[in-house]
């Protein structure tokens, strides 16, 4: 089973809205039972927010990630050779959007060497799929309103994700590292997220298949669900509270 923090009830509030991007020092929240409602005035209560906010990790969580097996093949080498010749910084460096194309070809390699850069964008583009039954269950979560949003680490090759399975129609592109210039688990990523959504850091579900991505947002006061597989994240959803089908009726399961 998925490592699962705290099944709490999910309450109506208002909308979320845009703001600024500000860095924010972690603070010490914990779960507690209930998520409490963050209504900032009558007006916003008019209209409804149905929570959980679900934040989803893409790669190996939503998509597979052609990196470990495509990007190697494409070079002609092992994971483990491909590991030792490549720059150490340069995919992180594009990964949070500090350099652009041009620069991750020119560094890349440690010694520089050119190499077809559309040929490993083509290649990684074959390689993105669905994570078995991870689509089915993005259907059904959008199908019964959640707000659902990327959370992840990764460049502006996002956009070519997007292209090949259209995930921007079941959720928003909006924590990406390339936008905010920084990657998970830095506490400041997660910070911003809950600055930005404007809700109760308990009243988010965060999905990651990496257990330090998971605890970050547990430490943030997150609710995190370490992903294993479609099977397991739709029972421990269930159990948080969440409806996949529109006959199935909102209750209160977890009431304290």
Known sequence: MATLFNP??????????SIL????SMKNNTITANFSTCIDSPASAMEKRKLPV???????????DPFYEDVPAFFGMSMKELMECKHPNAWNEFEKGL???????????????????E???????????????????????KQNNYE???????????????????????????????????QKPDPHFYNEVIRYLEIEPKSCVFIDD??????????AGMIGLHFR???????DLSLLGVKFSTGELECNCFSS
């Not at 490993?120 to 039954?133: D, H, Q």
Request: hydrophobic share 40%; aromatic share 12%.
């Open 148 to 182: 659902m949003h990327a959370f992840t680490n990764y460049p502006s090759w996002y956009e070519m994700i997007d292209e090949k399975l259209k995930l921007s129609n079941y959720l928003s592109w909006t924590f990406c590292s390339c936008k905010i210039g920084k």
């Open 54 to 64: 679900l934040l989803f990790d893409i790669m190996d969580t939503i998509v597979r």
């Open 119 to 141: 040929g490993l964008k083509t290649r990684m583009k074959e390689g993105y799929s669905f994570i078995n039954g991870m689509e089915e269950l993005l259907q059904d979560l």
């Open 229 to 235: 597989d479609a099977e397991v994240l739709r029972q």
């Open 210 to 219: 990496r257990k330090k991505n998971v605890d970050g947002a547990v430490n």
């Open 99 to 117: 350099i652009s194309e041009d620069d991750l070809a020119r560094k890349f390699f440690k010694d520089g060497r050119h190499f077809d850069l």
């Open 21 to 24: 991007r500000v860095s924010t």
């Open 8 to 17: 709490t009830n999910f309450l109506s509030i208002g909308p979320a809205k």
